[in-house]
């Protein structure tokens, strides 16, 4: 065994059962949780050059293994494209009774996370301006827009299982 491989044992091995516990505890299945630390061990060894910079070895892993259970999440529940619903982003709309439809789910979101998706959809904002308008920071704005969106995909899944 090189020195390589000692150091790379030595540094992320340890880290394996931490990794395993986020992995589990945000997928509830604990063999897809094996399958993603596997998977960031791989990524890790590949990428272990660059690790060197890393200053903790850590966190380093945890976000990866939280950002690959993001993408694992995501696959088993595919987001909906809001602007497709929306329908304003690219073309006019053509089908009012979607626009009206789009109108009562935003209506029936907390007012900040309203006028935020309103800027950004119906007068085509960036988050600077929706910033400057609601006198916010660009980072509250991502924020509020997530869980618009997030609310807004719950609403829109719910309303086609009726």
């Known amino acids: 065994m090189n020195r390589e491989t ?15 516990r986020m992995a589990e505890s945000l997928l509830h299945d604990e063999q897809e949780a094996a399958d993603v630390v596997q998977d960031c061990f791989v990524t890790l060894w590949n990428d272990r050059r660059k690790l060197r910079k890393v200053s903790n070895r850590e966190a380093w892993c945890i976000m990866l293994v939280k950002r690959r259970c993001i993408d694992v999440l995501r ?11 929306i329908n304003l982003a690219d073309e006019p709309v053509e089908d009012d009774d979607r626009l009206v439809l789009a109108l009562r789910f935003i209506d029936r979101l907390p007012e900040r996370q309203a006028q935020a998706v309103r800027l950004r959809h119906f007068d085509d904002a960036d988050t600077q301006t929706i910033a ?20 807004l995909k719950q609403m829109i899944l719910d309303y086609e299982r009726e």
């Open 6 to 20: 000692k150091q790379f044992e030595s540094d992320y091995l340890p880290l394996q059962p931490a990794m395993q």
């Open 132 to 151: 400057h308008t609601m006198n916010i920071n660009e980072g509250n704005v991502y924020t509020i827009l997530s869980r618009a969106y997030s609310s």
């Open 75 to 85: 696959r088993r529940h595919p987001t909906v494209d809001i602007d497709s619903v």
